[in-house]
């Protein structure tokens, strides 16, 4: 386990696994406009019902997309990459042409001093009963400090 999941997991057992929402931060304009500044098409969230984290959606083409989640407090984030596959949007880890166009974006993020966790470090789980009881329908670190309840 890489030392930023470390890191993500010692903090969730300390707090025993309660929520962990997001705090406000004004970097997130800094952000969002670093990455509309470029060709791509972004869109800025701030945590809401499904999310602990602000998203960042880029859409690259009409085939090719990405979802930012990043938690500006913990200087952590995930990118969720994604392609059509006929009528359906499928996540893509391992392409290259996505994976170069969101280059630019992770290495401006990275520049600001935030660390990456990849999609499978993100679907490792944390504890089996603890986030259960604290009504999380999955024990992963994704849904820990990604994602609501």
């Known amino acids: 386990m890489n030392p930023t999941l470390r890191k ?6 300390e707090r025993k696994f309660a929520p962990l929402p997001d705090a406000s931060t004004p970097e997130v ?4 406009e670093a990455l509309g500044a470029g060709k ?12 602990y984290s602000h998203l960042i959606e ?11 989640l990043i938690r500006f407090d913990l200087r952590v984030f995930v990118v969720l990459p994604y392609v059509m596959n006929g009528r359906v949007w499928e996540l893509a880890t391992e392409h290259p042409k996505l994976q170069a166009l969101c280059a630019p974006l992770v290495s401006m993020l990275l520049e600001r001093k935030f660390e990456q966790i ?17 009504g999380f329908i999955d024990n992963t670190v994704l849904a820990y400090f990604f994602e609501s309840l």
């Open 8 to 13: 993500l997991e010692a903090l969730a057992a």
């Open 29 to 32: 304009d800094a952000v969002r």
């Open 40 to 51: 791509t098409r972004a869109v800025a969230r701030a945590p809401g019902n499904d999310l």
């Open 58 to 68: 880029c859409e690259f083409n009409r085939e090719m997309r990405a979802r930012f």
């Open 118 to 134: 990849t999609f499978a470090e993100a679907m490792e789980p944390l504890a089996e009963d603890a986030m259960f009881d604290q």
